[in-house]
């Protein structure tokens, strides 16, 4: 039963038992890790409050082998976002982020990149109440795990895109079609000019640098809805809180 140690994000959490709860991290070292934290919902249990949500702190674990579920030893706090529960558009958003970084892994499949990324958009949407901070997040996300949309020639006949036609997205055939292709991809989503212009300047850089980038209200609905539709066919799933998101940012 070794004794791991490893930087790790709260991504989530639910009861077991009349004092337990069962904690999801993603953790830098060893990836999407569940733990046990015995006790922890007794009044004065040692874990206080640390393993709320979105937490980033130190996490020693009794790791069993063989075995997904494991025994947390100690968490340390080292930075608890608590502003990101305080409003209810930055919780959905930053309850969006978390669980994308964990559907992209499966459990002890490490994968520092995602850490850092989560790491880093949950410390900007702090101070950046921005939607464009989850386009950023959602296509170097997808690019991280081996989803990238082609964005520069038509997957069907390999020509370069003309920015001046009609563009389009087919997540079965991984990025852009041309018009005269489309016929040939029927899950063919409409890409504005502008909002392939925006994915492909974000893909490389601070995660910070890609908030100056310029991206009109317009567009980034149809971006949204791309990448949305994208990351539902890669994940095989859509993220339970994308629905939450949306009510929140249409003040329900």
Not at 55 to 68: A, D, H, I, K, S
Not at 73 to 96: D, M, T
Not at 149 to 175: F, H, N, T
Not at 224 to 250: D, M, N
Request: glycine share 8%; charged share 25%.
């Amino acid at each position: 039963m070794p004794l791991q140690t490893t930087e790790a994000i709260v991504i989530g959490g639910h009861n077991l038992g009349e004092a337990d709860r069962i904690i999801p991290f993603f953790t830098r070292r060893l990836g999407k890790v569940r733990a046990v934290a015995k006790g922890a919902r007794r009044v004065r249990s040692r874990f206080g409050g640390t393993l709320e949500l979105f937490t980033l702190g130190q996490l020693v674990f009794f790791e069993w082998p063989n075995r997904t579920l494991h025994t947390i030893n100690e968490f340390s706090v080292i930075e608890p976002f608590s502003p990101l529960k305080e409003e209810l558009v930055r919780l959905s958003r930053g309850a969006y982020l978390v669980e994308l970084a964990g559907a992209a892994v499966e459990d002890a499949e490490p994968n520092e990149e995602i850490f850092l990324l989560l790491r880093d958009a949950l410390t900007l949407l702090v101070s950046h109440d921005d939607r464009k901070l989850l386009r950023t997040f959602e296509i170097r996300l997808l690019r991280i795990a081996g989803y990238l949309l082609e964005l520069y020639r038509c997957l069907v006949c390999r020509s370069a895109i003309d920015q001046r036609g009609e563009l389009a997205i087919s997540p079965a055939k991984g990025g852009l079609v041309c018009s005269k292709c489309g016929v040939q991809a029927p899950d063919k989503l409409p890409i504005s000019s502008e909002s392939l212009t925006y994915l492909r300047s974000v893909l490389v850089g601070e995660l910070q640098e890609s908030l100056s980038n310029p991206l009109p209200s317009p567009h980034s609905d149809g971006l949204q809805e791309v990448l949305r539709v994208c990351i539902a066919y890669f994940l095989g799933k859509s993220p339970r809180s994308s629905a939450f998101l949306t009510r929140c940012e249409q003040g329900f």
